[in-house]
């Protein structure tokens, strides 16, 4: 495994925590802004399996959690779990350049507003757990999956990230 490959995949989820809860933070739509570092995590995922995923997951949800007032491990549970569920598609999904990102992305975003609800409910506030499905993140899920060709596609530029045809 090369240099890049290894550390590259964790570098760039926590360069997008940072751009997105910096940078981001001043491009919003009715207070809403892309989740772009959720959209890498289920490229690196996809690409490189369930232990580097939850790998990746972790390292980005953890750095959400320290930047973000969500508590503690709240963003690293669901960006762990996520980059499981799409490490176990590696190799099984076909990726076409524009519909199975966005369907894969928004399905990941569902997944993050529904465990979210979940979690905000059995540990804090059940009333908060309503949140979780607010106008606000209904826009992100539309903003991501209009994202995710364009980072995918961005993303296999890089050739380390192509499937090589004699299947290693």
Not at 32 to 61: H, T, Y
Not at 108 to 115: D, E, G, N, P, R
Request: glycine residues 10%; positive net charge; hydrophobic residues 55%.
């Amino acid at each position: 495994m090369t240099g890049f490959k290894k550390w590259g995949s964790i570098v760039i989820i926590i360069v997008s925590v940072l751009v997105q809860t910096t940078i981001l933070r001043n491009f919003t739509i009715a207070g809403a802004r892309p989740d772009i570092a959720l959209v890498f995590l289920v490229f690196f995922a996809n690409f490189e399996g369930k232990m580097r995923g939850q790998l990746i997951g972790f390292c980005g949800g953890f750095i959400e959690d320290l930047l973000s007032l969500s508590p503690l491990g709240f963003n690293s549970f669901l960006k762990t779990l996520i980059g499981f569920l799409y490490g176990i598609t590696k190799g099984k999904i076909f990726i076409d350049p524009i519909l199975m990102p966005a369907i894969l992305t928004g399905i990941a975003t569902l997944v993050k507003m529904i465990l979210g609800a979940l979690l905000l409910s059995i540990f804090i506030d059940p009333v908060l757990a309503a949140e979780a499905f607010s106008v606000h993140n209904w826009i992100a899920l539309g903003f991501n999956m209009l994202l995710a060709p364009f980072l995918f596609g961005f993303m296999k530029l890089f050739r380390i990230y192509r499937i090589r045809q004699d299947g290693f």
